[in-house]
């Protein structure tokens, strides 16, 4: 298969500056980088080939030689510019750590600086911890003290993981780095340090109760203040009292997230409450008061306006949930469930029966569908 041109390889134009030559290398260093492209067996190859254009271009002699002749510069010695033994790469190693900054300023996390290891303390975890409260609890806000399992801080050597506090030694693999570094290939390869895991310092003596972490499990119980109108999905966030870092690092944070249980009277949509109340078919048809509990615990005396139909819904102001950041408090709806009567007796029967022979005018809805439905059948059989 022919070699693609360097400068292609690069995404360059041929008359391109050494700076814009380094830059287009870069860019295609970290794009072809294996690390990034696991999923794509072509990824070395073509890293490669970005690695032996910019061995060439990158050199001035060996630019002009192969602006000159192209590949065949460096074939059999041709042209007197190629490097000995007819490859225009030789050691690619030259050529990445020209880049090596920018690539593991993204794969290592090292904000660009080569070499540096991690620090040896590090933050501890975030934690979740799932709370339920009641519909009522939600309205007034409440203090609660909850139980989280945790990392803590060990006493018996202040966190340092030390016997008796005393200070880490530099890891002698790493030289307090964190990481080592190793030729494979065309590639200087770092990885995280086996010895001391990172952390750049190893412990001589480990405190005996926490085994050199540093931390220790433990419960802990802590007063949390549920604020009102929280709902489910409602996130509280209490810093610093996650899991305790590791050698002495800082504590992560504890995030509290709320579940608000169901309710028998209320079901809850953001800030208004809905109760469903069941209404006798007498009440319905003549009017009159009802009284309606409140989230409260309080009690609302609602008017039934004379003639009301199952679903009708009424409003009360304010009596809904409060706002979780102030703004006042939602509404409650009360919708009535106008209900059939069961288990009649002969003389509520006969009452019925009666009832109904006199109230061909009272029933307006069904006068109307009947009639649509009579229509309809007119028009079938037309």
């Known amino acids: 298969m022919a070699k693609r041109d360097f400068y292609e390889v690069l995404g360059v134009s041929k008359g391109a500056s050494a700076d814009e030559i380094k830059k287009g290398y870069r860019k295609k260093a970290k794009e072809l980088h294996p690390d990034r492209n696991a999923d794509n067996p072509d990824a070395e190859a073509q890293f490669k080939e970005a690695n032996e254009a910019y061995e060439v271009l990158k050199?001035?002699?060996?630019?002009?030689?192969?602006?000159?002749?192209?590949?065949?510069?460096?074939?059999?010695?041709?042209?007197?510019?190629?490097?000995?033994?007819?490859?225009?790469?030789?050691?690619?190693?030259?050529?990445?750590?020209?880049?090596?900054?920018?690539?593991?300023?993204?794969?290592?996390?090292?904000?660009?600086?080569?070499?540096?290891?991690?620090?040896?303390?590090?933050?501890?975890?975030?934690?979740?911890?799932?709370?339920?409260?009641?519909?009522?609890?939600?309205?007034?806000g409440l203090q609660k003290t909850i139980n989280v399992p945790t990392s803590v801080s060990c006493d018996s050597c202040n966190g340092s993981g030390a016997e008796g506090g005393a200070e880490p030694?530099?890891?002698?693999?790493?030289?307090?780095?964190?990481?080592v570094r190793a030729q494979q290939g065309f590639f200087t390869v770092e990885r995280t340090c086996p010895t001391c895991s990172g952390l750049g310092q190893i412990i001589k003596n480990p405190c005996k109760s926490c085994g050199g972490q540093g931390r220790v499990e433990k419960d802990r119980a802590l007063s949390?203040?549920?604020?009102?109108?929280?709902?489910?999905g409602t996130r509280i966030r209490l810093a610093g009292e996650g899991e305790a870092g590791m050698?002495?690092?800082?504590?992560?944070?504890?995030?509290?997230?709320?579940?608000?249980?169901?309710?028998?009277?209320?079901?809850?949509?953001?800030v208004n409450l809905y109760c469903r109340v069941p209404v006798s078919m007498a009440s319905a048809a003549l009017g009159g008061d009802i009284e309606v509990p409140t989230i409260d615990g309080?009690?609302?005396?609602?008017?039934?306006?004379?003639?009301?139909?199952?679903?009708?819904?009424m409003r009360l102001r304010s009596k809904?949930?409060?706002?979780?950041?102030?703004?006042?408090s939602g509404d409650m709806m009360i919708e009535l469930a106008v209900e059939t009567p069961v288990n009649l007796t002969s003389r509520q029967k006969e009452l019925l029966r009666e009832f109904e022979d006199l109230s061909e005018e009272n029933n307006p809805?069904?006068?109307?569908f009947f009639s649509s439905v009579k229509g309809f059948w007119d028009s079938m059989k037309g």
């Open 320 to 328: 809904g949930m409060p706002a979780l950041r102030g703004g006042g």
């Open 59 to 140: 050199d001035a002699e060996k630019k002009a030689a192969y602006d000159r002749y192209g590949h065949a510069a460096f074939e059999g010695g041709m042209g007197g510019g190629g490097p000995r033994g007819g490859h225009p790469g030789g050691d690619f190693s030259s050529a990445f750590s020209d880049v090596f900054d920018d690539l593991f300023g993204d794969f290592m996390g090292g904000g660009g600086q080569r070499g540096g290891g991690r620090q040896r303390a590090s933050r501890g975890a975030d934690l979740r911890y799932n709370l339920r409260v009641t519909l009522e609890e939600a309205f007034s």
């Open 224 to 232: 949390v203040n549920i604020p009102a109108g929280v709902e489910t």
């Open 365 to 368: 809805e069904s006068s109307s």
């Open 247 to 270: 050698r002495g690092g800082p504590s992560g944070d504890l995030y509290i997230f709320i579940e608000v249980s169901p309710h028998k009277i209320f079901e809850r949509d953001g």
């Open 298 to 313: 309080g009690r609302s005396r609602v008017k039934i306006p004379a003639g009301s139909q199952s679903g009708r819904q």
């Open 169 to 179: 030694a530099t890891c002698p693999t790493c030289s307090g780095m964190g990481k």
